[in-house]
């Protein structure tokens, strides 16, 4: 069991408090290994933190509607409208964050309370209302907002690839770093919380940083630029098959293990970790992202190493024994 050892006055982080109601739900509708809900609590101390205001808060939690207490909780929308409530009790608790208009346009917040959501491992199709074709990768979160004089979507987490249709009205992509405004083009956004990448596949896009707003950069097809609150990195050129996950397939070229593990993780639920002494092993090759478990398997056996499960959703990856 982790020990936790941080003042028991200080804030927890939000996204540790989103996932506390995240397993909580998950767990009352009987759609979380109890095994994985204690590997997580044993993670940190912050985990074990938060647990411990849920419990505290039982009282609470008991008051929100009753469809919340249902255990056999079945739609994801549901259980995410029931984790966004029971995180909304967590902060009013005294969670260390107040619920003030700061705190309800969090990127973690609006994430769990979006319109649009993928699962890890679900990609969703949507088609937009003035034609044009919206894509989303694993565990991505989305608002659409159509008005009369714009077309805006905001991405809250995850990856999306768009399609923009000929309209006169602007379209504007939003990120928690920036804002993306399309040119009649087709690009690809990825948002996570250390920064957004945008890539151009057709025409071109303009991107204007949130740290830096007074400067605009434009990108032709065939380029890739990461922003974040710190700024605007250099222009590069978008990577050889970018968009291979639209096909359901990841191609990597001589990535070092621990970026591919990395990369797979998007793709399933719970905690995928690579050993130190094998991480920067060079690997290449095509895999298929719709069973990440079978991937890792054929991985391990044509690459020496092994995959260690503590539950399902804990799995190490690590050399074989000799």
């Not at 291979?244 to 797979?264: F, H, N």
Request: charged share 20%.
């Amino acid at each position: 069991m982790f020990t936790a050892s941080a003042s028991v006055s200080s804030p927890i982080p939000r996204k540790v408090l989103a996932a506390a109601a995240h397993w909580h739900v998950e767990l009352q509708c009987g759609s979380a290994d109890p095994a994985a809900v204690q590997a997580w609590r044993d993670a940190s101390a912050e985990h074990e933190r938060a647990w411990e205001l849920l419990r505290r808060m039982d009282g609470q939690l008991a008051t929100l509607p009753a469809a919340l207490a249902i255990p056999a909780l079945q739609a994801a929308q549901q259980r995410r409208r029931a984790a966004a409530k029971i995180l909304a009790v967590l902060v009013a608790a005294g969670g260390g964050i107040a619920l003030g208009q700061a705190g309800l346009q969090s990127g973690s917040w609006q994430a769990l309370t979006a319109s649009l959501r993928t699962a890890p491992g679900q990609r969703r199709h949507v088609a937009l209302a003035d034609g044009g074709r919206l894509e989303m990768n694993t565990d991505s979160a989305v608002d659409v907002a159509y008005s009369a004089t714009q077309r805006r979507i905001r991405l809250h987490q995850g990856e999306i690839m768009i399609t923009t249709a000929s309209d006169a009205r602007p379209f504007l992509v939003d990120t928690p770093h920036g804002v993306i405004r399309a040119l009649g083009t087709r690009f690809g956004v990825r948002c996570d919380a250390d920064g957004s990448t945008v890539s151009v596949f057709e025409h071109a896009v303009e991107v204007r940083c949130a740290a830096r707003p007074d400067a605009v950069r434009r990108l032709e097809a065939g380029q890739q630029l990461r922003f974040s609150d710190t700024g605007l990195a250099a222009v590069l050129a978008t990577p050889a098959h970018q968009d291979s996950w639209l096909r359901g397939m990841l191609v990597a070229a001589d990535w070092p293990l621990q970026q591919l593990l990395r990369e797979l993780a998007r793709y399933r639920r719970g905690r995928l970790v690579c050993d130190a002494r094998v991480a920067r092993r060079p690997v290449t090759g095509t895999y298929r992202l719709d069973d990440i478990d079978a991937v890792l398997e054929s991985l391990c056996a044509s690459h020496g190493l092994q995959v260690t499960y503590f539950t399902r959703y804990w799995a190490t990856v690590s050399a074989r024994p000799a």
